[in-house]
């Protein structure tokens, strides 16, 4: 007797990202590697909120993920591998992170005078901060 039968296709590995940054800043630009799964389907890096993603040059699995959420806002991707003849598609993976305020360029005070006596009056100039806030005296 002839016993025949069709071999399944196996689950691959857990893809994994790494270097993820949760808490990056509004503007901010950092770069994520995708790695395991198994066999050789493509792998794809899709945005889903508040930032964007490319494809470092010259790279497979290196992606440049640049946050376009303003300070409170999420911003997610999802990772992907394709199956192929041997192997079913990976699980997706999606990460999630919330956009920080950016932090503001120090303040700079030219012209203050420390040695000023009571009722003596003097001009300052200050420059630097980021943003358009008010700035307030106290």
């Given at each position: 007797?002839?016993?025949?039968?069709?071999?399944?296709?196996?689950?691959?590995?857990?893809?994994?990202?790494?270097?993820?940054?949760?808490?990056?800043?509004?503007?901010?630009s950092f770069d994520?590697?995708?790695?395991?799964?198994?066999?050789?389907?493509?792998?794809?890096?899709?945005?889903?909120?508040?930032?964007?993603?490319?494809?470092?040059?010259?790279?497979?699995?290196?992606?440049?993920?640049?946050?376009?959420?303003?300070?409170?806002?999420?911003?997610?991707?999802?990772?992907?591998?394709?199956?192929?003849?041997?192997?079913?598609?990976?699980?997706?993976?999606?990460?999630?992170?919330?956009?920080?305020?950016?932090?503001?360029?120090?303040?700079?005070?030219?012209?203050?005078?420390?040695?000023?006596?009571?009722?003596?009056?003097?001009?300052?100039?200050?420059?630097?901060?980021?943003?358009?806030?008010?700035?307030?005296?106290?």
């Amino acid at each position: 007797d002839k016993l025949s039968g069709l071999a399944q296709k196996t689950r691959q590995r857990p893809l994994n990202v790494n270097n993820w940054d949760a808490k990056a800043c509004s503007g901010d630009s950092f770069d994520v590697t995708v790695d395991g799964g198994s066999g050789n389907g493509a792998t794809s890096l899709t945005t889903l909120s508040g930032c964007s993603a490319t494809l470092r040059n010259g790279e497979t699995e290196v992606y440049t993920v640049t946050v376009t959420a303003v300070g409170g806002e999420p911003y997610s991707i999802q990772v992907n591998k394709a199956g192929d003849v041997n192997f079913t598609e990976a699980s997706p993976v999606i990460l999630s992170g919330t956009a920080e305020k950016a932090r503001q360029a120090a303040l700079e005070i030219d012209g203050w005078n420390s040695t000023a006596i009571a009722g003596e009056s003097f001009n300052i100039r200050i420059t630097g901060g980021s943003g358009d806030g008010e700035i307030t005296f106290s």
